[in-house]
């Protein structure tokens, strides 16, 4: 979904009608780019600003004992949960390194290792389990 509307109602109901991205019109070409190329891989694209509301809906809609959390938590080295928390926040590599004063590059392994170790495909399903995780 290309749009220029980010309100809640608008962002669930494509979801819900099957879109694999949201992503708003004025995003960089580069962004538009590989939004596509994403869906197209048959992976699922959001803009930061609205993986945090999907985030932020689904902890709403389903909190998880705080006993369950950390056994989900074991695997990740103390650099990855930050990443994850950050990316769960919506922030793009690029602002993930600058906050934790690190490369691009090096926050991408870390995306890597973090989805192969959660055992997820792309980074929603990621933010999804920082929620499960208890990291936000």
Do not use: C, W
Request: avoid cysteine; charge should be neutral.
């Amino acid at each position: 979904m290309l749009t220029t509307f980010d309100d809640d109602d608008e962002v669930f109901d494509a979801l819900r009608a099957g879109a694999a991205g949201y992503l708003l019109k004025d995003a960089p070409l580069e962004k538009i780019a590989e939004a596509v190329r994403s869906v197209v891989r048959g992976e699922s694209f959001l803009q930061p600003s609205i993986t945090a509301k999907v985030v932020a809906e689904f902890n709403r809609l389903s909190p998880v004992p705080a006993g369950n959390r950390q056994n989900l938590l074991d695997p990740l080295s103390n650099r990855e949960r930050e990443v994850l928390r950050y990316l769960a926040y919506g922030r793009s590599n690029k602002e993930i390194a600058q906050v934790l004063d690190i490369v691009e590059g090096t926050v991408k392994n870390h995306m890597t290792n973090i989805l192969a170790k959660l055992g997820v495909l792309d980074r929603t399903q990621a933010a999804l389990k920082a929620r499960e995780m208890g990291l936000l």
